[in-house]
T-cell receptor, first 115, second 110 residues
Framework: KAGVTQTPRYLIKTRGQQVTLSCSPI?????VSWYQQTPGQGLQFLFE???????NKGNFPGRFSGRQFSNSRSEMNVSTLELGDSALYLC??????????????FGSGTQLSVL | EDKVVQSPLSLVVHEGDTVTLNCSYE??????LLWYKQEKKAPTFLFML????IEKKSGRLSSILDKKELSSILNITATQTGDSAIYLC??????????FGTGTLLAVQP
């Protein structure tokens, strides 16, 4: 069974641009979560989608948005990029919405550098 | 505000040593505590501990949950260079989202 797939693996953008990251969950998994990882801050929760609906949201500005498609694939968009958005963005999938004890399976992430 | 704190932030040991990593939490309506290993990019699942399962063991790794002290430890015995990684602790609670600690960076020297 294929794991969680994230594209692209690396991305370099300049301030003010926007970016879209993609995540394909494990087949059969309906929940997709996004995390931002920076040195010293650890993994910060961005949002979670289940059956195309956002079920949970972290404390990030409105420049960060996401969506989920009917095939459970998810995209994350960041508009008006800032230098502080440079980070590893991790996507994780699970069978059900968190709270039922489901463990997350992570992709290899997209390393975003904002110049 | 829910919080997960890991200690130490980093440590260096030699092959064969035993290490203990700590995780403490303040989470409303605790549901589960999970340990992950992150070697390069993708964190990989190690253990999940809940009220009904407070101790887990797999090979040289083991973990215990102390619900009274609101903490957990991850033990690694007879460490190997392949154990070098960031070890992440995450806790699930009432908010239905996993709260991660900043991780412990473990370096095992030959």
């Amino acid at each position: 069974k294929a794991g969680v797939t994230q594209t692209p693996r690396y991305l370099i953008k300049t301030r003010g641009q926007q970016v879209t990251l993609s995540c394909s969950p494990i087949s059969g998994h309906r929940s997709v979560s996004w995390y931002q990882q920076t040195p010293g801050q650890g993994l910060q929760f961005l949002f979670e989608y289940f059956s195309e609906t956002q079920r949970n949201k972290g404390n990030f500005p409105g420049r960060f948005s996401g969506r989920q498609f009917s095939n459970s694939r998810s995209e994350m968009n960041v508009s008006t990029l800032e230098l502080g958005d440079s980070a590893l963005y991790l996507c994780a999938s699970s069978l059900a919405v968190r709270g039922s004890g489901e463990k997350l399976f992570f992709g290899s992430g997209t390393q975003l550098s904002v110049l | 505000e829910d919080k997960v704190v890991q200690s130490p932030l980093s440590l260096v040991v030699h092959e064969g040593d035993t290490v203990t990593l700590n995780c403490s939490y303040e989470v409303t309506n605790f549901r589960s505590l999970l340990w992950y290993k992150q070697e390069k990019k993708a964190p990989t699942f190690l253990f999940m501990l809940t009220s009904s399962g407070i101790e887990k063991k797999s090979g040289r790794l083991s973990s215990i949950l102390d619900k009274k002290e609101l903490s957990s430890i991850l033990n690694i015995t007879a460490t190997q260079t392949g154990d070098s990684a960031i070890y992440l602790c995450a806790v699930g609670g009432a908010t239905n989202k996993l709260i991660f600690g900043t991780g412990t960076l473990l370096a095992v020297q030959p």
